[in-house]
């Protein structure tokens, strides 16, 4: 069996996100100042895990995002960054730059609902699924080939120590190897692999791992937290596994958006 840890986390909040403008990709706004300090919050909470493997969306959102975590990490300031156009934000063609009240009027005049409804020239929900699962499996690739590689990068950082360094933030509970090693025989995490994106992009990516590689959640959570769109910063864990032989993995949920770290940081949206 091959494991690995996979970290999600939504940008900080630009002046666009607080007036409810949609951005896409077609608006590439900074973080405002709010989302500074949402970055640097995350960053903060985030400090003592070991990343082996760092990937953004190529927007300046994102890319000043990933920044603001890296600066405050014990382990990982000084790591590369590969910034990946596949991660982006789903585009909305016309409606890029016009309220989000716009977008559901003229959604609702086609006789359809958010986020179903494509405005012209922008991305069908399946193209930004199709985005997120061709990510994925270009991942998925990598880590099983580097683990395949005489386990050269992961004698760095010992698996044990990628994965505790997560437990003692996010609960893994029963996906935690070293709580069940002596049971199960489960080895412990390969790699460990944060990815800063957007919104409507992890939503769809939520949606292909719940309905393309059936992940298992928490039953704590609804079905509306599972379609909702993540707060600014907000972060999804998953645990891969590959079992050997299997093409396709199957996949955990640790937690979905949470934002516990934002407590005190200026409201989010």
């Known amino acids: 069996m091959t494991r690995f840890a996979l970290t999600v986390v939504r940008h900080g909040e630009t002046r666009l996100n607080k007036e409810k403008i949609l951005q896409g990709q077609g608006i590439d706004e900074p973080l405002s100042e709010t989302g500074f300090k949402q970055a640097a919050a995350a960053g903060i909470f985030l400090n003592n895990v070991k990343f082996t493997h760092i990937f953004s969306s190529d927007l300046m959102r994102t890319k000043q995002t990933v920044h603001g975590i890296l600066e405050k990490s014990k382990f990982c300031k000084d790591m590369t960054v590969k910034y990946d156009s596949r991660l982006r934000e789903r585009k909305y063609g016309v409606a890029e730059g016009w309220p989000l009240s716009e977008l559901r009027a003229m959604a609702k005049a086609a006789g359809q609902e958010c986020p179903v409804f494509t405005p ?6 399946d193209q930004v699924k199709m985005r997120g699962k061709d990510f994925f499996e270009f991942l998925c690739q990598l880590i099983l080939k580097e683990a395949g590689q005489s386990e050269q990068f992961s004698q760095e950082v010992p698996s044990d120590c990628l994965e505790s360094s997560l437990a003692e933030i ?26 800063v994106s ?53 996949t955990q949920c640790v937690c979905v958006n949470l934002q516990g770290h934002l407590a005190g940081v200026t409201k989010i949206h």
């Open 170 to 195: 996010f609960p893994l509970g029963k996906n935690c190897a070293s709580k069940f090693n002596s049971d199960s025989g489960a080895p412990g995490l390969v790699a460990s692999v944060l990815v």
């Open 198 to 250: 957007h919104g409507a992009y992890m939503r769809s990516l939520l949606d292909y791992f719940l309905t393309d590689l059936k992940c298992s959640f928490p039953v704590t959570l609804s079905r509306s937290e599972l379609t909702s769109v993540s707060p600014n910063t907000g972060m999804s864990v998953f645990i891969i596994n590959f079992e050997k032989g299997e093409v396709k993995p199957t």
């Open 120 to 125: 012209p020239g922008g991305e069908t929900l």
